[in-house]
Nanobody, 123 residues
Framework: QVQLVESGGGSVQAGGSLRLSCAASGSAYRRNCMAWFRQAPGKEREGVAAIYTGGPGTYYADSVKGRFTISQDNAKNTVYLQMNNLKPEDTAMYYC????????????????WGQGTQVTVSS
C-alpha cells in the first residue's frame, strides 16, 4: 500500500505562488510514477503534472506549462508542485496520486490518492 499526505494549499491572489507537498510512504515500487491532479466544482479531475521517481521524465498539462513545476526529494519521499503566476482558474482541490506504472497523469492509471488540499486564487 501507499499513503499520500498533501500539504501547502491555501488562498492567494492572482499572480501569487504556492508550493504543494506530498509526503509518501509505503511501497516504493507502487509509486514509481507520482502526479498532481486537480478538481474544481462541477468539473472532472484532471492531471496537472507527473514525475517518474526512478528516472527522468515529467509531464505537464498545457494549462500549467511554464507556470507549474513538479519536483521530488527522494531522500524525503516527497513530491512538490511549485505553482507560480496563479490564476483564478487554478482554483481547485489538488490531489497527490501514485502508480506503479507510467502515465499516472491519467486518472484511470492511478492506484493511490491523497486526501487533497484546497487551492483558492482570487482575482
Amino acid at each position: 500500500q501507499v499513503q499520500l499526505v498533501e500539504s501547502g494549499g491555501g488562498s492567494v491572489q492572482a499572480g501569487g505562488s504556492l508550493r504543494l507537498s506530498c509526503a509518501a510512504s509505503g511501497s516504493a515500487y507502487r509509486r514509481n510514477c507520482m502526479a498532481w491532479f486537480r478538481q474544481a466544482p462541477g468539473k472532472e479531475r484532471e492531471g496537472v503534472a507527473a514525475i517518474y521517481t526512478g528516472g527522468p521524465g515529467t509531464y505537464y498539462a498545457d494549462s500549467v506549462k511554464g507556470r507549474f513545476t513538479i519536483s521530488q526529494d527522494n531522500a524525503k519521499n516527497t513530491v512538490y508542485l511549485q505553482m507560480n503566476n496563479l490564476k483564478p482558474e487554478d482554483t481547485a482541490m489538488y490531489y497527490c496520486a501514485a502508480s506503479s506504472g507510467r502515465y499516472c497523469y491519467a486518472a484511470a492509471n492511478v492506484a493511490f490518492w491523497g486526501q487533497g488540499t484546497q487551492v483558492t486564487v482570487s482575482s
